[in-house]
């Protein structure tokens, strides 16, 4: 059902009051001296914010922009010295992703982001929202893009009482109400509010269809994961010295899918991060 063009505008003026009031500051917002806003850093920012909270984000984009400031010097670096870095934000196969993508940038495009969402998403890891993401926050394009903190927004005004709201029917609502002129501060407005919500309505987003609980770290292998990784960081162990730190019994198992995945090499009994 089409939204009226008064109940947009009360949308809108809701959203925006919110955001004139209570704006964040975030180092992926600050424009570039010339004003642009630089795609690499969108696709650093997006990435990193998969799964992990802003406040522990920020410390460790600052980090990883300063030691690898543009695409051309990640691609560029050796996939162990990202994964160093990226060591304590967890889920690092978006470490892999994020060096691919920068490569594939580099080769197939000279350094240049294309603009458009279809091509966006040819990048490893960059999916259907991440591509959206970029296109707005760089480019300032008026695409529709969903993530935790929209859903929060949309569910909580226009599907009050509902339960399994899937994401096709928030796409039109997105669209009649999105501010075209400035799409990317409206974004950035929408994601400011919504994250205002969670703390004063609850978790909405439970709410949708597409919603996953993130399982405990604690005694997963998700946990095993970041330790090998966290001990392979300081030097390459055989899987004795390994075992000395991580009496896990899953430990070889995860050893073969951290290998499979490239995450970890291993030569002459020996395993060491990245490649």
Request: proline fraction near 5%; charged fraction near 25%; avoid cysteine.
């Amino acid at each position: 059902m089409e939204l009226d063009s008064a109940a947009i505008g009360r949308f809108r003026r809701t959203v925006w009051a919110y955001f004139a009031a209570h704006r964040r500051d975030m180092p992926w917002r600050h424009p570039e001296p010339d004003g642009t806003f630089d795609p690499y850093k969108i696709l650093v920012s997006e990435v990193m914010l998969q799964q992990t909270q802003v406040p522990r984000v920020i410390p460790k984009f600052e980090l990883f922009i300063d030691r690898f400031p543009s695409v051309e010097v990640l691609a560029a670096a050796p996939l162990s010295d990202v994964l160093k870095l990226w060591s304590g934000l967890g889920y690092n196969r978006r470490a892999k992703f994020l060096h691919q993508a920068a490569t594939e940038v580099v080769k197939h495009y000279h350094g240049q982001f294309p603009q458009i969402v279809k091509e966006l998403k040819q990048f490893s890891g960059v999916g259907e929202n991440t591509a959206g993401a970029i296109a707005v926050y760089a480019f300032n394009q008026p695409v529709i893009f969903i993530e935790t903190n929209i859903r929060t927004v949309y569910i909580h005004h226009f599907f009050e009482g509902r339960t399994d709201v899937s994401d096709i029917e928030l796409r039109p609502r997105i669209a009649q109400t999105l501010d075209s002129k400035k799409p990317r501060e409206w974004y950035w407005a929408l994601m400011d509010y919504g994250a205002s919500l969670k703390t004063t309505q609850g978790n909405v987003s439970t709410r949708s269809r597409h919603y996953k609980k993130q399982s405990p770290l604690a005694g997963s292998r998700r946990q095993v994961r970041g330790q090998i990784l966290k001990q392979l960081t300081t030097a390459s162990q055989t899987k004795m010295q390994l075992k000395r730190h991580i009496p896990d019994e899953r430990l070889a198992a995860v050893l073969a899918d951290l290998l499979k995945e490239g995450l970890i090499t291993t030569s002459g009994g020996r395993y060491s991060i990245g490649g």
